[in-house]
């Protein structure tokens, strides 16, 4: 069992940015693809962004340009920086890590999901 902790949430005005940081227990990072996925109230878990076995990296349309998401082999951890943030990004945001290699953006293609980290943006 891979338990992936997450951290660097927390309450930021509108433009400001934020780092959020994952590291799987006792696994190493690079052995999976490692994605983010939000959450906002009453909506559904939503795909953010994901960084492949091999490194490719991967964008929901919705932050591409203002997000990048980078893995840290020496530090075990996977980042996803944000940038400008807007009140719309406001959410939980979850890590999860799949085994497979290769891209996928659905829920049911990762193995293991973190706690959840809060983001709120204020406008």
């Known amino acids: 069992q891979v338990q992936l902790v997450e951290s660097g949430g927390g309450l930021v005005q509108a433009g400001d940015s934020l780092r959020l940081s994952c590291a799987p227990s006792g696994r190493t990072v690079s052995s999976y693809g490692m994605g983010w996925f939000r959450q906002a109230p009453g909506k559904e878990r939503e795909f953010v962004a994901m960084i492949s076995r091999g490194g490719s990296t991967y964008y929901a349309d919705s932050v591409k340009g203002r997000s990048t998401i980078s893995r840290d082999n020496a530090q075990n951890t996977v980042y996803l920086q944000m940038n400008s943030l807007k009140p719309e990004d406001t959410a939980v945001y979850y890590c999860?890590?799949?085994?497979?290699?290769?891209?996928?953006?659905?829920?049911?293609?990762?193995?293991?999901w973190g706690q959840g980290t809060q983001v709120t943006v204020s406008s």
């Open positions: 999860a890590a799949r085994w497979q290699f290769g891209f996928t953006w659905s829920l049911s293609g990762y193995d293991y």
